[in-house]
């Protein structure tokens, strides 16, 4: 199995940036895709960004332009760099990961972006 730990999380002004880290364990050498997805009270969650091993990216409309990205293959680790932060992204953020047995899934690190 794989097993991820968010960090980073927390409150910030609009307008300002954060920084997330997931780092994986486990089975990690079967990963491919690791990305961020996002859940906002009362709503689904929803992709923010995912990377590939080989380094292709993919971003939420909503983001695009604002969020970074990256993958350090070496440490098993995937960021997300948030600048220009608006109210409408605070959510929890989870970190996931897919590999060979499926799909797995950080317990989450809350964003609050306050006004």
């Known amino acids: 199995q794989v097993q991820l730990v968010e960090s980073g999380g927390g409150l910030v002004l609009a307008g300002g940036s954060l920084r997330l880290s997931c780092a994986a364990s486990?089975?990690?050498?079967?990963?491919?895709?690791m990305g961020w997805f996002r859940q906002a009270p009362g709503k689904q969650r929803e992709l923010v960004a995912t990377?590939?091993?080989?380094?292709?990216?993919n971003y939420a409309d909503s983001v695009k332009d604002r969020f970074a990205v990256t993958r350090d293959n070496a440490k098993n680790t995937v960021f997300l760099q948030m600048n220009s932060l608006k109210p409408e992204d605070t959510a929890v953020y989870y970190c996931?990961?897919?590999?060979?047995?499926?799909?797995?899934w950080g317990k989450g690190t809350l964003v609050t972006v306050s006004s």
């Open positions: 990377v590939t091993r080989g380094g292709s990216t």
């Open positions: 486990g089975y990690i050498v079967s990963i491919n895709k």
């Open positions: 996931n990961a897919e590999h060979l047995r499926g799909n797995s």
